[in-house]
Nanobody, 118 residues
Framework: QVQVAESGGGWVQAGDSLRLSCTAS????????VGWFRRAPGKEREFVAD????????DYADFVKGRFTISRDNDKKTAYLQMDTLKPEDTGVYYC???????????WGQGTQVTVSS
């Protein structure tokens, strides 16, 4: 089973940028879709963005469209989430996961904290 680990979180001010990384343990990562999710304080985990493994098709939650960009480098077994124009409401723990043939997301990482101050 593919496991992933997130990195790149930090504390920034509103309007700043961060790039998160999601690195996989297995080469099979290249055949999985990758998704980014987040959990804000006191809220449920929510979908942020995902990218397919073959064509690299992407999908975004409405609240990040135009500000966040998901990408992947299969040679490095890594996916990225470029976050620009960050807002305080983007604060939360960001997680990545993978999805193969089965419909559910799996291989969840421990998450990386993103804090955006106003």
């Amino acid at each position: 089973q593919v496991q992933v680990a997130e990195s790149g979180g930090g504390w920034v001010q509103a309007g700043d940028s961060l790039r998160l990384s999601c690195t996989a343990s297995e080469r099979a990562f290249t055949t999985y879709a990758v998704g980014w999710f987040r959990r804000a304080p006191g809220k449920e985990r929510e979908f942020v963005a995902d990218i397919t493994w073959r064509q690299g098709f992407t999908d975004y939650a409405d609240f990040v469209k135009g500000r966040f960009t998901i990408s992947r480098d299969n040679d490095k077994k890594t996916a990225y989430l470029q976050m620009d124009t960050l807002k305080p409401e983007d604060t939360g723990v960001y997680y990545c996961a993978v999805r193969g043939i089965a419909p559910q997301w799996e291989g969840w990482g421990q998450g990386t904290q993103v804090t955006v101050s106003s």
